[in-house]
């Protein structure tokens, strides 16, 4: 027979998982807020690309924009994960760099060089956007689906 100090402990043990678990939950849903984004507005940035991330929990694409003083900025796009953006037709070959694109993201709201990504135009002018997961892009191009 268990004492009453016994079923106190294994309350305060199952109060205390319970708190991890949602002090957890909390943080993961922090970080797919997309609060950061300006979701209601696009831009579209045309440019080099530096760099293409296929990695998880999010992808991401590093693209060079020319700017109005004649250089160039560095602008970080961050993108679905792999198995997402997958099944809308991509590949991890999809973007290379030095591939000249044009990209529609949402725009952060600090103003930053960086949005959330919404489509791109390959070279070849085929169109991929993030449509597993993400409303509002274009579909998956012919035959990518």
Not at 13 to 38: D, I, N, P, T, Y
Not at 83 to 106: C, E, F, Y
Not at 120 to 133: Q, R
Request: hydrophobic content about 35%; aromatic content about 8%; proline content about 7%.
């Amino acid at each position: 027979m268990q004492s009453y100090g016994g079923h106190r402990m294994k309350f305060l043990q199952a109060g205390l998982v319970a708190a991890m678990l949602l002090a957890f939950a909390g943080a993961a849903f922090a970080h797919h807020s997309g609060a950061m984004f300006e979701r209601d507005k696009t831009i579209e940035l045309t440019g080099t690309i530096v760099s293409f991330g296929w990695t998880n929990p999010h992808s991401w694409i590093e693209i060079e924009v020319p700017n109005a003083q004649g250089g160039t900025d560095k602008w970080g796009v961050e993108c679905n994960s792999p198995n997402n953006m997958a099944r809308s037709g991509w590949r991890s070959n999809t973007l290379k760099p030095g591939d000249q694109v044009t990209i529609t993201v949402h725009p952060l709201r600090d103003g930053g060089k960086g949005g959330r990504f919404v489509s791109v135009k390959l070279p070849d002018g085929t169109v991929l956007g993030d449509t597993i997961g993400y409303p509002g892009a274009p579909p998956p191009a012919k035959g990518q689906n």
